[in-house]
């Protein structure tokens, strides 16, 4: 069975506090993206990586870094959590050209 | 500007009767088509896709329908279950762009 595994379901942090999510795939899968989901917005990009080490901004990239240190690993990483940044986080995998997994999601509430 | 948006925010349908969700996208670049189904509490998960080169698409209980002259797209679903309620995505991808670009989705009801 294809799993993504967010680390943590929910979280609370306050405003200025480092935010770390955490992703990982066991497909071997060489693209993975981080999505946040708002009600009334669906899913927007945050950044995608095709490979290791390699990372691309997506449509809403401002307030956010990512590191791919290790092919099944993509962390998105909060510099300084703002309350704006109240929401749900997906991260998905694929093959090249194929098929997107999402994982189960990440609530943030930032306070 | 780019968009994929779909025509209603919620749709209730009758336990046994067929649902069909309606999308739209702005983009005539764009060549491959999917939809996804997101159950409460739970990430998105793959229906069905289509490719430009295509005007339908089966699957078990599930038919995509494409119409690249009006840049519409449709997911019919036969014979609704209680498990069909869930929030659905379209979702589109231009020729040679990784990205996928995912509409705001459709509360699917279903009335027992």
């Known amino acids: 069975d294809v799993k993504v595994t967010q680390s943590s379901r929910y979280l609370v942090k306050r405003t200025g506090e480092k935010v770390f999510l955490e992703c990982v795939q066991d497909m071997d899968h060489e693209n993975m993206f981080w999505y946040r989901q708002d009600p009334g917005l669906g899913l927007r990009l945050i950044y995608f990586?095709?490979?290791?080490?390699?990372?691309e901004k997506g449509d809403i990239p401002e307030g956010y870094s990512v590191s791919r240190e290790k092919k099944e690993r993509f962390s998105l990483i909060l510099e300084s959590a703002s309350t704006n940044q109240t929401s749900m986080y997906l991260c998905?995998?694929?093959?090249?050209?194929?098929?997107?997994?999402f994982g189960e999601g990440s609530r943030l509430t930032v306070l | 500007g780019e968009s994929v948006g779909l025509h209603l925010p919620t749709l209730s349908v009758q336990e046994g009767d067929n649902s069909i969700i309606n999308c739209a996208y702005s983009?005539?670049?764009?060549?491959?088509f999917i939809w996804y189904k997101q159950e409460s509490g739970k990430g998105p998960q793959f229906i069905i896709d289509?490719?430009?080169?295509?005007d339908k698409r089966q699957g078990q209980r599930v038919t995509v329908l494409l119409n690249k002259t009006v840049k519409h797209l449709s997911l019919q679903i036969a014979a609704t279950q209680p498990g069909d309620s869930a929030v659905y995505f379209c979702a589109e991808r231009r020729f040679g762009n990784e990205k996928l670009t995912f509409g705001t989705g459709t509360r699917l009801t279903i009335i027992p």
């Open positions: 998905a995998s694929r093959r090249f050209a194929g098929e997107l997994f």
């Open positions: 289509i490719r430009s080169n295509m």
């Open positions: 983009n005539s670049a764009s060549d491959y």
């Open positions: 990586s095709y490979d290791v080490k390699m990372k």
